[in-house]
């Protein structure tokens, strides 16, 4: 069974632009999160979605934003981006909400 | 909100010895405490997790206990192996299914041969 699957996995942006990302989860999982790991800050949450809902949100600014799709694939959107944006972005599935989550290998965000 | 406090931050101990990372989390309803292991550049993984009905579980050299009354899980790695060095996450899934875990800050573990 394939994992969980991130695009892309490396991106450099500029100040000011926009970046989406891109998450496939393992085959079957119908909850779909999202997580900003940072050497200073850890693992922090970003928002979580189900049957293309979001049902959590984290503690982050409006231009942190995202949606699942019919499919369950889901995608995070990051809009003016920041130098403090610079992170790797987490992607994580599991069956229901509740159930055990596995992360994708993650989106290394760099803003310069 | 949960609260998971995570100690020591670095850990460095000679092959064959054992290891200990502590979690302590606030909120009593939590009842599902997975822990992940990170080596430099990948996913975290899972290792090992243990829910609020069960007091101990152990998976070959891997075991984690919780302590409901005192609030806290810990992690315990026995006879280590170089392939153990990483960064071990506890996390805390807190209650009202809410779909999200709160980590703790990280032990990096060090194991020397």
């Known amino acids: 069974k394939a994992g969980v699957t991130q695009t892309p996995r490396y991106l450099i942006k500029t100040r000011g632009q926009q970046v989406t990302l891109s998450c496939s989860p393992i085959s079957g999982h119908r909850s779909v999160s999202w997580y900003q790991q940072t050497p200073g800050q850890g693992l922090q949450f970003l928002f979580e979605?189900?049957?293309?809902?979001?049902?959590n949100k984290g503690n982050f600014p409006g231009r942190f934003s995202g949606r699942q799709f019919s499919n369950s694939r889901s995608e995070m959107n990051v809009s003016t981006l920041e130098l403090g944006d610079s992170a790797l972005y987490l992607c994580?599935?599991?069956?229901?909400?509740?159930?055990?989550?596995?992360f994708g290998e993650g989106s290394w965000l760099t803003v310069v | 909100g949960e609260n998971v406090e995570q100690h020591p931050s670095t850990l460095s101990v000679q092959e064959g010895d054992s290891a200990v990372i502590k979690c302590t989390y606030s909120?009593?309803?939590?009842?599902?405490f997975p822990w992940y292991k990170q080596e430099l550049g990948k996913r975290p993984q899972l290792i090992i997790d243990?829910?609020?009905?069960?007091g101990e579980k152990k998976d070959q050299r891997i075991a984690v206990t919780l302590n409901k009354t005192a609030k806290h899980f810990s992690l315990h790695i026995t006879e280590t192996q170089p392939e153990d060095s990483a960064v071990y996450f506890c996390?805390?899934?807190?209650?009202?299914?809410?779909?999200?875990?709160?980590f703790g800050q990280g032990t990096t573990l060090q194991v020397k041969p």
């Open positions: 996390a805390v899934d807190p209650p009202g299914n809410t779909g999200k875990l709160i």
């Open positions: 909120d009593s309803a939590s009842n599902y």
């Open positions: 979605y189900f049957s293309e809902t979001q049902r």
């Open positions: 243990i829910r609020s009905n069960v």
């Open positions: 994580a599935s599991s069956l229901e909400v509740g159930n055990t989550i596995y």
